[in-house]
């Protein structure tokens, strides 16, 4: 089972950015919609953002549009997580994962292949 790598999370003071990169290491990804999902402790893992094969259309959670950015770069089999004006609440592990199944892009039971995950931490 193929799985992705993400990487870029670390420690940052609220209102800081750090950017998430998520790698697959096969060209067949390009062909899927990607997406971000992060799971606070005590918590349900939840939807971030989702970029589909071609680039767009791109979905967000109400509770990161306008602060997140997610891209996607098939040359490379890598998507983006640009976050900026993060908050407390966004601490958590971040993972990415291709959507292989059918369902919403919202609901993670449409993704499989999940990586290991990347902790964000944000200090107030």
């Known amino acids: 089972q193929v799985q992705l790598v993400e990487s870029g999370g670390g420690l940052v003071q609220a209102g800081g950015s750090l950017r998430l990169s998520c790698a697959a290491p096969?060209?067949?990804?390009?062909?899927?919609?990607l997406g971000w999902f992060r799971q606070a402790p005590g918590k349900e893992r939840e939807f971030v953002a989702a970029?589909?094969?071609?680039?767009?259309?791109?979905y967000y959670a109400d509770s990161v549009k306008g602060r997140f950015t997610i891209s996607r770069d098939n040359a490379k089999n890598t998507v983006y997580l640009q976050m900026n004006s993060l908050k407390p609440e966004d601490t958590a592990v971040y993972y990415c994962?291709?959507?292989?199944?059918?369902?919403?892009?919202?609901?993670?039971?449409?993704?499989?292949?999940w990586g290991q995950g990347t902790q964000v931490t944000v200090s107030s």
């Open positions: 994962a291709p959507k292989l199944n059918s369902g919403s892009y919202y609901d993670l039971r449409a993704y499989d292949n």
């Open positions: 096969e060209r067949t990804f390009s062909s899927y919609t």
């Open positions: 970029v589909s094969a071609n680039g767009g259309p791109i």
